[in-house]
């Protein structure tokens, strides 16, 4: 039956069926309707819902509420009026006014049949799932299916799938939620509504990250964006579902942008819905990230909002992060710990399992503290539960409240058992996710399951079980067996385009010259770039921590200095001819304090002179941490080389700059685990290839000299010193070293570079090798150092070299003198050349320059990483 019969109303009729397609052309036609000749009430209203209808699909809130109740007012038939207040319901549950939207959509309801009545429903199914009214959404999007598989209305089934399978997908019940969302984005693209078919294949990306599989999550919402791009329509709300994908993995520095992005956004937009949403995610996100008067701050205001748009559910959620940051503040009371269990009832009853998991098991620890052991045992059994069903982290929390309350009935031994099931859970979790990255953020989750299993092993005074408890968390990006790396041509065309616009905006910076829009040029590159990485599949294995025997006799006479974090304590185990011993070092503050201000004295020598008070600084601070770090080990060292295994802010140490080290062979790693992978690594047997940097008439003359230690040698420099061509020629190489200007970037340790002739070549080009060399020297500033994230996961060139394959990195994790860096290359060369280990032979060239000053320093910023 046809809605009107006149050209005015066909002419309407024509904009409503516009507005999915092309908005901005479904206005231009209302418009038309509306100001030419006399329209009837049914054309006026028509015409009115499209251009209200349009402006929603362009997030313009204000104007489509406007539109929409001219559209109620016209003077035109019941069911007009009544499709009419069904649009505004579901605009003015976008605008966060949800009571009233549920009352518009329900009175509209008895004025429609068939599958107007269908459309109807799905409105209103939209407007209960916003109020967290989820059980009576899903039942109304199934009747809109229904209705419209009845009526043969396939736009209708198309979009009541689409709204079930994203909530369903939502609530983490993947009952149908791939099938809808798929056979939605087909029946989208069979009508041509390119936009609606986009918005179903996001909601697919949705599904995607909730059931984990983020790898498939990235991929799609990169291809997805190109479409979004290609069709010039803005999709700000979408900004919290890339929120939500990146605290999953957590990448939380990139959580918190978007976050504040799309706060920014949905305010402008006046999306008063969404930006409560988004306000709720950037307190998840500064709470994460340990700024809590900010994530109290916005969590309140978010709650505000949620109470007024009567959305109850989502107001008990921003309690939850409220009371979280409360309770990490150091609040300790009753009346904390009541709210904290009202509110993890509240979010079970609506659907929140994992925030009222998070709730529940802080709200236990609470109780034990305040002595209070009958009701924290009650609430860890009811969270214990959630280690049978649910994601990953949702499964290992479960595990964890067990071996909460198993060490609370004194059951130590079951308390590890449980602990050691909650980590395992994780590790397929981390195995799934492609890229180094990934798995390095990824160490967030486990921490506090390791710190109770390291507490345990401590307590004990066992040093095998320490070590073990320390190992079984402890840089698991690099247990996991690599993956092979993605070869993907748009990745590779995208970093070659970074390379042209990193050398543009140096030239710019160099000359003056405007850099704003190369710097913006810039950003989307690298954002472009993660994407492409991050969509790599998993699938690499765990290697499992070697114990004691196997690590003493790969160690021989060396001996194995594993530094631990143990609350505000710091301690290291200590391996020597298979006989493992535990010591305390005093407080994590103190070293971590000396360490920076030995850092601080030799760079001091380094870049602004070789003056009496940097050396005096330089000294006195090495002294204060080689004695913290040493002191009560030195009986047990002697003379013997060192495989040391830092913590935190001790893995940026210029270990040779310390008094015990200085002359002695240091090999640094990541974990014991690591360095053990990589010294039983065979190397490659393939050529040495040399590589010299632009802008550094050091670095040639350091390859040419190398040249002549390195008969037989590739050697690239000048224009033919191109990223890819030494990433090709350091496939399978033997021995790689490059002399370059190199970059640390702390933002993204990943972007850090290595300058070429052609631009810089980024860690994640490194990532992109098959077969990479044996042993790698990068003779450039900083190049040796990592972000440590928690899990005490680096990330840096360091983390990429030894991950993909390589035994050795010297690397140095200060800047350094070009000058006196190549004495000290060529005298470490000389040394390898004649057969001496990289390590030993980096100790012994570092002897051989001057004890003190600019000298000292230059050779003190070189570690070796990796097997030594």
Do not use: K
């Amino acid at each position: 039956m046809a809605e009107f019969t006149g050209t005015g109303a066909v002419t309407a009729q024509r904009a409503l069926d516009a507005v999915q397609r092309y908005p901005r052309e479904a206005i231009t036609i209302a418009n038309r309707v509306l100001t030419t000749g006399d329209p009837t009430g049914d054309e006026r209203s028509t015409a009115e819902r499209a251009i209200g209808l349009a402006l929603r699909e362009l997030n313009d809130l204000p104007g489509a509420l406007r539109h929409l109740r001219r559209a109620v007012r016209a003077t035109g038939s019941p069911r007009t009026r009544a499709l009419a207040r069904m649009s505004l319901g579901y605009v003015l549950a976008n605008a966060g006014h949800t009571a009233a939207a549920l009352r518009e959509v329900t009175a509209a309801l008895p004025r429609l049949t068939g599958a107007d009545a269908g459309r109807a429903r799905m409105q209103r199914g939209v407007v209960l799932h916003y109020r967290g009214r989820f059980d009576e959404a899903v039942r109304d999007y199934g009747l809109a299916v229904d209705i419209a598989q009845r009526e043969g209305d396939l736009l209708l089934e198309a979009r009541a799938r689409n709204n079930r399978g994203l909530l369903n997908s939502h609530r983490g019940t993947s009952r149908g939620a791939d099938d809808d969302l798929d056979r939605s984005a087909t029946i989208f693209q069979r009508l041509g509504l390119d936009l609606a078919a986009a918005d179903a294949r996001w909601n697919s990306g949705i599904a995607a990250g909730q059931r984990g599989d983020v790898a498939g999550a990235l991929r799609c919402f990169a291809a997805v964006e190109q479409e979004y791009h290609r069709l010039a329509v803005p999709r700000p709300a979408l900004l919290l579902d890339r929120f939500e994908l990146l605290l999953s993995v957590p990448l939380v520095d990139e959580a918190v942008e978007v976050a504040g992005a799309a706060v920014d956004q949905l305010r402008r937009r006046g999306m008063s819905s969404d930006l409560a949403e988004a306000l709720l995610a950037r307190a998840r996100a500064a709470l994460l990230a340990g700024d809590l008067d900010t994530a109290t701050a916005t969590a309140g205001q978010a709650r505000t909002r949620f109470q007024r748009q009567g959305r109850r559910t989502w107001a008990a959620f921003a309690r939850h992060v409220e009371l979280r940051a409360e309770f990490s503040r150091g609040t300790r009371s009753p009346a904390l710990l009541g709210a904290m269990v009202r509110t993890a009832g509240r979010l079970d009853a609506t659907g929140w399992p994992d925030p009222a998991l998070t709730t529940r098991i802080e709200a236990a620890r609470l109780a034990t503290e305040l002595g209070r052991t009958g009701r924290a045992a009650e609430l860890l059994a009811a969270a214990a539960r959630a280690r049978h069903r649910g994601t990953a982290s949702h499964r290992a929390q479960g595990w964890y409240a067990l071996a909460l309350a198993r060490r609370l009935a004194d059951d130590v031994r079951g308390a590890g058992r449980a602990l050691r099931r909650g980590l395992a859970v994780l590790d397929g979790y981390r195995a799934s996710l492609g890229t180094t990255e990934l798995r390095a953020h990824s160490g967030t989750y486990g921490r506090e399951l390791a710190a109770e299993g390291l507490d345990i092993a401590v307590r004990s005074g066992a040093p095998a079980r320490v070590l073990a408890w320390a190992e079984r968390w402890r840089a698991n990006a690099l247990r996991m067996r690599p993956v092979l790396p993605p070869q993907d041509p748009e990745l590779a065309a995208t970093l070659a385009e970074l390379r042209l616009v990193s050398t543009a905006l140096e030239d710019a910076l160099l000359a003056d010259r405007p850099v704003h829009g190369l710097r913006r040029h810039q950003a989307r590159l690298e954002q472009r770039i993660r994407e492409l990485a991050r969509g790599a599949d998993g699938g690499g294995t765990l290697v499992t921590p070697p114990g004691i025997r196997r690590l003493a006799g790969v160690l021989g006479t060396a001996v194995l200095l594993e530094l631990v974090a143990h609350g505000d304590r710091l301690r290291a185990v200590l391996l020597r001819d298979g006989r493992a011993t535990l010591h305390d070092l005093g407080p994590l503050a103190d070293a971590l304090r000396h360490a920076a201000a030995h850092r601080f004295g030799l760079r001091r020598l380094v870049t602004t002179g070789d003056s009496a008070a940097a050396r005096t600084g330089a000294g006195h601070a090495a002294h204060a941490l080689d004695e913290q770090l040493f002191g009560p080990l030195r009986p047990h060292l002697r003379d013997r080389p060192l495989v040391i295994a830092p913590v935190g802010g001790l893995h940026a140490v210029p270990w040779s700059g310390l008094p015990t080290c200085a002359g002695r062979p240091v090999t640094v790693t990541p974990s014991a685990t690591a360095w053990l992978r990589a010294a039983e690594r065979p190397s490659p047997d393939g050529p040495t290839v040399l590589a010299a940097g632009p802008r550094l008439p050091a670095a040639r003359t350091e390859v040419r000299h190398l040249a002549r230690v390195r008969p037989g040698a590739r050697l690239f420099a000048g224009t033919a010193a191109t990223a890819e061509a030494v990433t090709a020629a350091l496939n399978g190489a033997g021995l790689a070293h490059i002399a370059a200007h190199g970059r640390f970037r702390a933002d993204n340790p990943l972007f850090s570079t290595l300058e070429l002739a052609d631009g810089p070549l980024t860690a994640y080009e490194l990532e992109r090798l098959v077969s990479p060399p044996g042993c790698v020297v990068l003779s450039a500033c900083d190049a040796g150092l990592s972000a440590v994230r928690p899990g005490d996961e680096v990330m840096g060139f360091s983390s990429v070299l030894l991950a993909l394959g390589t035994r050795t990195l010297i690397a140095a994790v200060l800047p350094v003198p070009a000058d006196l860096t190549t004495a000290l290359m060529l005298d470490l060369h000389r040394r390898m050349r004649a057969g001496a280990p990289p390590a030993v032979a980096l100790a012994g060239a570092q002897a051989a320059f001057g004890p003190t000053g600019a000298e000292h320093a230059t050779a003190a910023a070189f570690v070796c990483f990796g097997a030594g």
